[in-house]
């Protein structure tokens, strides 16, 4: 578990049924933009916005459609212990190669009720588990010697931290020295140079589902610590999320630019699951104009020597 990973879009009808040839679209063209995994039901995904139908659809169908090119990651997150086993067994059943799993949210728990919880699921799974650190959006985040006691667990394998916290990120890549085999990713994309240089091992990128070919050569160029390509990369990630992750003071400004940018490229319709809404009409208009210079400066940049 190396690398750019997208935690896919989960494309949508106007009825919130799965929109089968859009995910198509959008699988072929991140596995052609050289992603090394996919992830799906995670946040971008919004997974705690579907209906379990199409939650087991999108498993199915993703890990179908992808056949084994790259591994397919699988949210199990829900509040309930026993429907997150049942994503398990879906994920399992349909070939995919992990499960992904935040904290329960709405109840109040402690770390030691966390730790509990988290080995009990991994005893469970048939599938290596990943914890998914998202403090924002679970109420909890699990704290550093939690994710220590939880890597000792032989089939949890890994953590994706989305808390934007870089010294949380520097403290699990110190006190995880001893196991380089535990996969470390991180979930904002703006902070990828950072956390690699730290020792993380890639990200999970939601602006890889538009232009996945800008985050794989950045990864690349991290890795092989080409600074003139990392910096002229970096900016452009940078100004990508300036632009169609921030227009407006909507606190879901970041899904509503996401998907509607993969309209503008025919790669969805844009629509989003309550209570969640798209852009308005003129909302859109604006951020089109914003989207059209994102995508010509992204390919102006990929153009470029060595890119």
Same mark, same amino acid.
């Given at each position: 578990?190396?690398?750019?990973?997208?935690?896919?879009?989960?494309?949508?009808?106007?009825?919130?049924?799965?929109?089968?040839?859009?995910?198509?679209?959008?699988?072929?063209?991140?596995?052609?933009?050289?992603?090394?995994?996919?992830?799906?039901?995670?946040?971008?995904?919004?997974?705690?916005?579907?209906?379990?139908?199409?939650?087991?659809?999108?498993?199915?169908?993703?890990?179908?459609?992808?056949?084994?090119?790259?591994?397919?990651?699988?949210?199990?997150?829900?509040?309930?212990?026993?429907?997150?086993?049942?994503?398990?067994?879906?994920?399992?059943?349909?070939?995919?190669?992990?499960?992904?799993?935040?904290?329960?949210?709405?109840?109040?728990?402690?770390?030691?009720?966390?730790?509990?919880?988290?080995?009990?699921?991994?005893?469970r799974v048939e599938l290596p588990l990943l914890l998914y650190n998202m403090p924002s959006h679970t109420g909890i985040s699990i704290d550093i010697?939690?994710?220590?006691?939880?890597?000792?667990?032989?089939?949890?394998?890994?953590?994706?931290?989305?808390?934007?916290?870089?010294?949380?990120?520097?403290?699990?890549?110190?006190?995880?020295?001893?196991?380089?085999?535990?996969?470390?990713?991180?979930?904002?994309?703006?902070?990828?140079?950072?956390?690699?240089?730290?020792?993380?091992?890639?990200?999970?990128?939601?602006?890889?589902?538009?232009?996945?070919?800008? #985050?794989?050569?950045?990864?690349?160029?991290? &890795?092989? !610590?080409?600074? @003139?390509?990392? =910096? $002229?990369?970096?900016?452009? *990630? /940078?100004?990508?999320?300036?632009?169609?992750?921030?227009?407006?003071?909507?606190?879901?400004?970041?899904?509503?630019?996401?998907?509607?940018?993969?309209?503008?490229?025919?790669?969805?319709?844009?629509?989003?699951?309550?209570?969640?809404?798209? #852009?308005?009409?003129?909302?859109?208009?604006? &951020?089109? !104009?914003?989207? @059209?210079?994102? =995508? $010509?400066?992204?390919?102006? *940049? /990929?153009?470029?020597?060595?890119?």
């Open positions: 578990m190396r690398g750019i990973i997208p935690p896919l879009i989960t494309p949508l009808n106007e009825d919130f049924t799965l929109d089968y040839p859009s995910l198509i679209k959008t699988i072929d063209r991140v596995i052609s933009g050289g992603v090394h995994g996919i992830f799906i039901l995670g946040t971008t995904g919004e997974f705690s916005s579907l209906s379990p139908e199409v939650k087991n659809e999108l498993i199915s169908m993703t890990c179908a459609k992808v056949d084994g090119r790259v591994p397919v990651l699988v949210g199990i997150t829900v509040c309930s212990f026993n429907e997150s086993l049942k994503l398990a067994v879906k994920a399992k059943d349909s070939g995919a190669r992990a499960v992904v799993a935040a904290p329960p949210f709405y109840m109040n728990i402690d770390q030691k009720e966390l730790i509990n919880y988290y080995q009990k699921l991994a005893d010697n939690s994710v220590k006691i939880l890597s000792d667990h032989p089939n949890i394998i890994g953590i994706k931290d989305s808390s934007g916290d870089l010294k949380y990120f520097e403290s699990l890549i110190d006190l995880l020295d001893e196991k380089p085999n535990f996969t470390i990713l991180v979930g904002p994309e703006e902070i990828l140079v950072q956390t690699m240089n730290k020792g993380g091992h890639g990200g999970v990128t939601g602006g890889a589902n538009l232009f996945p070919e800008l #985050y794989v050569k950045l990864y690349e160029a991290i &890795l092989a !610590k080409d600074s @003139d390509r990392i =910096e $002229a990369l970096q900016v452009t *990630v /940078l100004f990508l999320s300036q632009n169609l992750y921030n227009h407006g003071t909507y606190k879901s400004n970041y899904l509503k630019g996401l998907k509607a940018s993969m309209a503008f490229s025919g790669l969805c319709k844009g629509i989003l699951a309550l209570p969640l809404c798209a #852009y308005s009409i003129e909302e859109k208009e604006s &951020l089109r !104009k914003k989207f @059209d210079v994102v =995508e $010509a400066r992204i390919k102006s *940049v /990929l153009k470029e020597p060595g890119n």
